[in-house]
């Protein structure tokens, strides 16, 4: 692929990250800090929910996956890297502690997923491929293959669009095909995984299918 349209692409995926982190945040911890939009569907629980310990969590969660999803971005950055590999090296290790902390808080949120176990059970699995995908990435640096650290990591930085590609696919289904939220949610979560792993393999393929250039 050019190096401009590749350039180009890189803007728009940073742009993209700051301007969804912003919204999420905003969303999340000042537009609607109780989650009740999102806690009213949480019906028929098999567990009694502790609303102040689960929504502290959620808070926590949203922080991290907003810091890997950022953070993710700027180590995609060929001309941080060539420029400051101190810098892109921390902050590797710190998107890694990001995912850490997106998966123990996500181990804790997922038992109270809308849809219970059908739902709970795919969140989990996506908590294990997360971190394999991102220590498989960190043994590849190790091993001195950054080709292949670059095709690990953009298996890795995907899974931070999970709950955007949750979200999406479950509107599309409310208000395209008339789902009730309970089953347009379902679908997204396993909607969502099938993304990930095409997305990425897609990007792969295309973007990055050729050895990272001399740094």
Request: hydrophobic share 55%.
């Amino acid at each position: 692929m050019n190096k401009s349209i590749r350039q180009l692409l890189y803007v728009l995926l940073l742009a993209f990250a700051l301007i969804y982190t912003l919204y999420t945040l905003y969303l999340n911890l000042l537009l609607d800090p109780v989650a009740a939009d999102f806690l009213v569907h949480k019906t028929e629980l098999k567990r009694p929910l502790n609303v102040p310990l689960w929504l502290n969590m959620m808070y926590i969660h949203v922080i991290a996956a907003c810091w890997a999803m950022v953070g993710g971005a700027l180590n995609f950055s060929l001309y941080l890297l060539r420029r400051y590999r101190r810098w892109h090296r921390i902050n590797g290790y710190l998107y890694i502690a990001a995912v850490l902390v997106v998966d123990l808080t996500s181990g804790y949120l997922a038992p109270y997923a809308t849809g219970g176990k059908i739902t709970s059970i795919p969140f989990n699995l996506v908590n294990i491929a997360w971190l394999w995908v991102t220590i498989t990435a960190l043994i590849q640096i190790k091993r001195g293959n950054l080709f292949r650290h670059r095709r690990w990591m953009v298996r890795s930085y995907v899974f931070c669009f999970t709950n955007m590609f949750i979200h999406g696919i479950s509107l599309i289904g409310q208000h395209l095909f008339g789902l009730e939220f309970t089953l347009s949610y379902i679908i997204g979560v396993y909607g969502a995984i099938v993304v990930n792993i095409a997305v990425a393999e897609l990007i792969n393929r295309t973007i990055f299918r050729h050895p990272v250039e001399t740094l």
